[in-house]
């Protein structure tokens, strides 16, 4: 059994100007489901096609299974990769198109029978066989497409946005299915989306981009509760985090957040301890986190912070998503009480922040770690 | 009739025009040619029934034209469709300077017939062509195109695949450049070499342009006439004395305009169940 270990030591890659990966450095365990995120032209589908052999690097080398491979060909690198596109070959019938990386590896007739019918049925498509790739749908054809990677038993399977071409109730239906077969055939998988959701649903562990520079890599739950970036904040949950900001200043001996309109002694929502390292940002104008879950509402101005206008109101079934503004910012609230959204009468609310869950980011967007267990 | 359709019909005039006076007229007249015996010289035109055309089936002079047309048209075509693919091959690989290359590959296109019959007329020519001094400087001494017949077939056969090559190029090049990119990145990553991507993907992919160049190509060769003229004016004898290149002679150097224009239909016909029966047999009613 191929094990599949991935290894990217500073890898670069710039067309013309514009440079597309930056210094990536990553490693991929075996038998892993690793998610690449970001957003469009952040250097995700440029990673993967560097792993693959696509592309070259300008710097950096790459590993699979400790060999530097940073100089083959895609065909000496046992990587099988799945496209956006789907990429199937449309002269070709899907028993054909499946049996295409083992008839180039000349295996005798017999062998490629008995594979293409395995993975079929894997894929629930051992119907479809005689078709041809313009009479699939495109659910069918995505799992012709994971059929043909599947067939050969790579050592990494790489996927370019498989799912994003579908419906949005195939695409759940097969992400899960993905997610299930990548279980059960434990083969090394990195996987390439902009959709945060499909990266928390489906990655063991997920990386995030943006502008070719790799900003934090994590589980999903640690990704989605402790962004280390003012990027990934705002990139993951749905809706993200809204981003807050505020002047830090002393006054009085005290470390103050100056929202503009309105003013909070920072003990307030952050530990003690965590003074000695605000004072060197006095002054500075820092970003307030603050997950969507954790701003409350209230319809009148009493143990509240601030006054905001309600631009909508979205009812998603269990939960509501309030859309306000405040100042030039728009904060989005996700509340699951029914009785709040019914009291409200006007466009006019208040709302208080809940402080002992936000996350600051300084000048930079980089935390602003607080509690020492969390360093 | 709406006034759209009237614009429409409006626009149509023009060019109905030109159809008329150009193409249907001649047609006509040289049909109505053909059942004479017009001469200019002569200065006769009468009619003459199907004289002409009973003539045809004893000319020993037609039938020698067609085998050298046959044998002409079998290498053109398929010297052309082969340095053509291969080129489109080559500059599909290439990694830099594809855009200069695909241009200047298709210059060629853009010569009229009449100035690549005179080029390489001096090209090849015994006494001051370029050809013949390399050959001559590599040591191995100059050649005689124009003066022996086969050589003067081989003169004609080099300049139309000059220009047959790019065409092939140009038509094949760009069924390859329609291929999408992830086909061929899905090719390489499930283990094919160079070789088997153009023999299980790209080539199958691009066989209707493969076709439709080789049918274009067989057609043109049938009628090539103006850069031949050019070179050997059908000599030396009528070793270059290609049907359409009989034809003219028949008609302005024996001034025998009437069997001329019998020659010009049967070769109008043949050409047209030619290019029917190719396209019915090559081009599948509809792929996807």
Same mark, same amino acid.
């Not at chain 2, 008329?20 to 009468?46: A, I």
């Not at chain 2, 010297?79 to 200047?104: D, H, N, P, R, W």
């Given at each position: 059994?191929?094990?599949?270990?991935?290894?990217?030591?500073?890898?670069?890659?710039?067309?013309?100007?514009?440079?597309?990966?930056?210094?990536?450095?990553?490693?991929?365990?075996?038998?892993?489901?690793?998610?690449?995120?970001?957003?469009?032209?952040?250097?995700?589908?440029?990673?993967?096609?560097?792993?693959?052999?696509?592309?070259?690097?300008?710097?950096?080398?790459?590993?699979?299974?400790?060999?530097?491979?940073?100089?083959?060909?895609?065909?000496?690198?046992?990587?099988?990769?799945?496209?956006?596109?789907?990429?199937?070959?449309?002269?070709?019938?899907?028993?054909?198109?499946?049996?295409?990386?083992?008839?180039?590896?000349?295996?005798?007739?017999?062998?490629?029978?008995?594979?293409?019918?395995?993975?079929?049925?894997?894929?629930?498509?051992?119907?479809?066989?005689?078709?041809?790739?313009?009479?699939?749908?495109?659910?069918?054809?995505?799992?012709?497409?994971?059929?043909?990677?599947?067939?050969?038993?790579?050592?990494?399977?790489?996927?370019?946005?498989?799912?994003?071409?579908?419906?949005?109730?195939?695409?759940?239906?097969?992400?899960?299915?993905?997610?299930?077969?990548?279980?059960?055939?434990?083969?090394?998988?990195?996987?390439?989306?902009?959709?945060?959701?499909?990266?928390?649903?489906?990655?063991?562990?997920?990386?995030?981009?943006?502008?070719?520079?790799?900003?934090?890599?994590?589980?999903?739950?640690?990704?989605?509760?402790?962004?280390?970036?003012?990027?990934?904040?705002?990139?993951?949950?749905?809706?993200?985090?809204?981003?807050?900001?505020?002047?830090?200043?002393?006054?009085?001996?005290?470390?103050?957040?100056?929202?503009?309109?309105?003013?909070?002694?920072?003990?307030?929502?952050?530990?003690?301890?965590?003074?000695?390292?605000?004072?060197?940002?006095?002054?500075?104008?820092?970003?307030?986190?603050?997950?969507?879950?954790?701003?409350?509402?209230?319809?009148?101005?009493?143990?509240?912070?601030?006054?905001?206008?309600?631009?909508?109101?979205?009812?998603?079934?269990?939960?509501?998503?309030?859309?306000?503004?405040?100042?030039?910012?728009?904060?989005?609230?996700?509340?699951?009480?029914?009785?709040?959204?019914?009291?409200?009468?006007?466009?006019?609310?208040?709302?208080?922040?809940?402080?002992?869950?936000?996350?600051?980011?300084?000048?930079?967007?980089?935390?602003?770690?607080?509690?020492?267990?969390?360093? | 009739?709406?006034?759209?359709?009237?614009?429409?019909?409006?626009?149509?005039?023009?060019?109905?025009?030109?159809?008329?006076?150009?193409?249907?007229?001649?047609?006509?007249?040289?049909?109505?040619?053909?059942?004479?015996?017009?001469?200019?010289?002569?200065?006769?035109?009468?009619?003459?029934?199907?004289?002409?055309?009973?003539?045809?089936?004893?000319?020993?002079?037609?039938?020698?034209?067609?085998?050298?047309? &046959? /044998?002409? @048209?079998?290498?053109?075509?398929? %010297? *052309?469709?082969?340095? +053509? #693919?291969?080129?489109?091959? =080559?500059?599909?690989?290439?990694?830099?300077?594809?855009?200069?290359?695909?241009?200047?590959?298709?210059?060629?296109?853009?010569?009229?017939?009449? &100035? /690549?019959? @005179?080029?390489?007329?001096?090209? %090849? *020519?015994?006494?001051? +062509? #370029?050809?013949?001094?390399? =050959?001559?400087?590599?040591?191995?001494?100059?050649?005689?195109?124009?003066?022996?017949?086969?050589?003067?077939?081989?003169?004609?056969?080099?300049?139309?695949?000059?220009?047959?090559?790019?065409?092939?190029?140009?038509?094949?090049?760009?069924?390859?450049?329609?291929?999408?990119?992830?086909?061929?990145?899905?090719?390489?990553?499930?283990?094919?070499?160079?070789?088997?991507?153009?023999?299980?993907?790209?080539?199958?992919?691009?066989?209707?342009?493969?076709?439709?160049?080789?049918?274009?190509?067989?057609?043109?060769?049938?009628?090539?006439?103006?850069?031949?003229?050019?070179?050997?004016?059908?000599?030396?004898?009528?070793?270059?004395?290609?049907?359409?290149?009989?034809?003219?002679?028949?008609?302005?150097?024996?001034?025998?305009?009437?069997?001329?224009?019998?020659?010009?239909?049967?070769?109008?016909?043949?050409?047209?169940?030619?290019?029917?029966?190719?396209?019915?047999?090559?081009?599948?009613?509809?792929?996807?």
């Amino acid at each position: 059994m191929p094990k599949g270990e991935v290894y990217l030591e500073h890898i670069s890659k710039k067309f013309g100007n514009v440079v597309a990966v930056d210094d990536v450095t990553l490693k991929v365990h075996e038998g892993e489901f690793f998610v690449l995120v970001g957003p469009s032209g952040c250097g995700k589908t440029t990673t993967l096609r560097i792993i693959a052999g696509l592309e070259k690097p300008d710097k950096g080398r790459v590993y699979i299974d400790g060999k530097d491979v940073t100089e083959l060909p895609p065909k000496d690198r046992d990587c099988a990769m799945v496209f956006q596109d789907y990429a199937l070959y449309p002269h070709m019938t899907v028993f054909d198109n499946i049996a295409f990386p083992l008839k180039l590896r000349k295996r005798p007739r017999e062998e490629i029978v008995k594979e293409v019918r395995r993975v079929a049925e894997l894929l629930h498509i051992d119907h479809l066989l005689k078709r041809y790739p313009h009479q699939l749908s495109g659910g069918e054809k995505q799992r012709v497409a994971l059929a043909r990677a599947l067939v050969r038993q790579p050592r990494v399977f790489l996927m370019d946005e498989p799912l994003s071409n579908l419906d949005a109730k195939i695409r759940l239906y097969l992400r899960a299915e993905l997610k299930a077969l990548q279980r059960k055939l434990g083969v090394t998988t990195i996987y390439v989306t902009h959709d945060q959701a499909e990266a928390l649903s489906l990655g063991d562990r997920v990386a995030v981009m943006n502008k070719g520079k790799l900003l934090q890599i994590d589980t999903p739950n640690k990704l989605f509760n402790d962004p280390r970036d003012v990027f990934v904040a705002s990139f993951i949950g749905s809706p993200p985090t809204n981003l807050i900001k505020a002047k830090l200043i002393k006054q009085d001996d005290k470390i103050i957040f100056d929202f503009g309109d309105f003013k909070t002694y920072a003990e307030n929502f952050i530990d003690e301890r965590c003074a000695d390292k605000l004072i060197k940002h006095v002054g500075e104008e820092l970003i307030l986190g603050i997950r969507p879950e954790y701003i409350k509402i209230s319809t009148s101005p009493l143990k509240a912070l601030t006054k905001v206008k309600v631009l909508a109101i979205e009812p998603l079934g269990s939960e509501y998503i309030i859309t306000v503004i405040r100042g030039n910012d728009i904060i989005k609230i996700k509340t699951f009480s029914e009785s709040e959204i019914e009291k409200i009468r006007g466009d006019e609310i208040w709302i208080s922040i809940d402080f002992s869950k936000s996350y600051l980011f300084d000048t930079n967007g980089k935390r602003i770690y607080c509690k020492d267990d969390e360093l | 009739m709406n006034s759209e359709k009237k614009i429409g019909i409006l626009m149509l005039i023009p060019s109905i025009i030109l159809i008329v006076f150009f193409v249907s007229y001649p047609t006509v007249m040289t049909f109505y040619y053909s059942l004479t015996n017009y001469n200019v010289v002569k200065g006769v035109t009468d009619f003459i029934g199907l004289t002409n055309y009973i003539s045809l089936i004893t000319d020993s002079k037609l039938s020698n034209s067609f085998l050298r047309t &046959i /044998i002409f @048209v079998l290498i053109t075509v398929s %010297l *052309s469709m082969s340095i +053509g #693919i291969f080129m489109a091959v =080559l500059i599909y690989e290439c990694q830099i300077g594809k855009k200069i290359f695909t241009t200047l590959f298709s210059v060629p296109l853009a010569i009229p017939f009449v &100035i /690549i019959g @005179v080029v390489f007329k001096f090209m %090849l *020519s015994y006494d001051m +062509g #370029i050809v013949n001094q390399i =050959l001559e400087s590599m040591g191995i001494g100059r050649i005689p195109f124009y003066s022996s017949g086969d050589l003067a077939l081989l003169a004609t056969i080099i300049a139309d695949s000059w220009w047959g090559s790019s065409f092939t190029f140009l038509v094949v090049y760009s069924g390859f450049e329609s291929i999408s990119r992830s086909l061929i990145e899905a090719a390489y990553i499930d283990g094919a070499s160079t070789f088997e991507l153009y023999k299980n993907i790209l080539l199958p992919l691009s066989k209707r342009h493969v076709i439709v160049a080789l049918l274009f190509r067989i057609i043109d060769a049938f009628r090539a006439f103006d850069h031949v003229y050019m070179m050997t004016a059908g000599g030396p004898g009528e070793a270059t004395q290609y049907l359409s290149i009989y034809v003219s002679k028949v008609a302005f150097d024996y001034f025998n305009l009437g069997y001329a224009c019998a020659l010009a239909v049967v070769l109008l016909f043949a050409i047209s169940i030619l290019a029917q029966i190719l396209f019915k047999a090559f081009i599948p009613r509809r792929t996807k």
